[in-house]
């Protein structure tokens, strides 16, 4: 019995443990975890606040040289020039902002370098995460005429005026309410408290810049 116990005792003392998994199967990590969300909260920003702003940007723009011009051509040129000037200020903003992140990043990677000793071994797959500036520009400027041929395609075929002003308005309503849905879904945010605050703030421009043109062209400043 004695010899018994300490071969039992023996045994136990070299037990080896085996990790057994549930089903046989190795727990991975699920698809989702590997997507980059912050070069999808990059590329959504840029896209979404593009479109919106050559919007109601143009938009609000013909709606004020309509509030004391009734003349089409004068409101489409208006139009274009905005297109214009709005796409140039987006891409030139949007390039110097990214390109500033993306220095500060990369003087952050070589402290980090520099503090693990590591001499850049894992620079590599880090450098493709930093943000390019000529792609934000881009897109922050095609965005932006992607919003701006909206109003001036809503007008350019409308003789009255009294209509066209109307027909811009309700496009543009429309376009602000599927900017705004679109950006929720893809940013995961409530659909319909996104939807709201686009369109009321789109309103809100051409209303302001409506009234405040009609208001200076009436007192003949």
Request: glycine share 12%; proline share 3%.
């Amino acid at each position: 019995m004695a010899n018994l116990g300490a071969r039992t005792n023996g045994i136990s003392s070299n037990q080896v443990e085996i990790p057994i998994h549930a089903n046989g199967v190795e727990s991975k990590p699920s698809e989702e975890s590997n997507i980059d969300y912050s070069q999808r909260a990059q590329w959504l920003r840029a896209a979404v606040l593009g479109a919106n702003d050559g919007l109601v940007s143009v938009a609000s723009l013909m709606m004020g040289v309509g509030a004391v011009k009734k003349d089409i051509g004068a409101m489409l040129v208006a139009g274009f020039a905005g297109l214009v000037a709005g796409a140039c200020s987006m891409a030139i903003g949007e390039f110097v902002s990214v390109y500033t992140q993306y220095d500060i990043e990369v003087t952050q990677l070589k402290r980090e370098r520099e503090g693990n000793n590591n001499g850049g071994v894992d620079g590599e797959p880090q450098r493709e995460k930093l943000p390019n500036p000529f792609q934000a520009a881009v897109a922050s400027a095609l965005a932006f005429s992607v919003g701006a041929l909206v109003p001036m395609l809503a007008a350019g075929f409308i003789r009255s005026h009294k209509i066209r002003m109307g027909v811009i308005g309700a496009a543009v309503s429309l376009a602000l309410l599927v900017f705004g849905g679109v950006g929720a879904v893809l940013g995961k945010t409530p659909v319909k408290k996104s939807c709201f605050r686009v369109l009321i703030g789109g309103w809100m421009a051409m209303a302001i810049t409506f009234g405040l043109t009609k208001l200076v062209g009436s007192a003949q400043l």
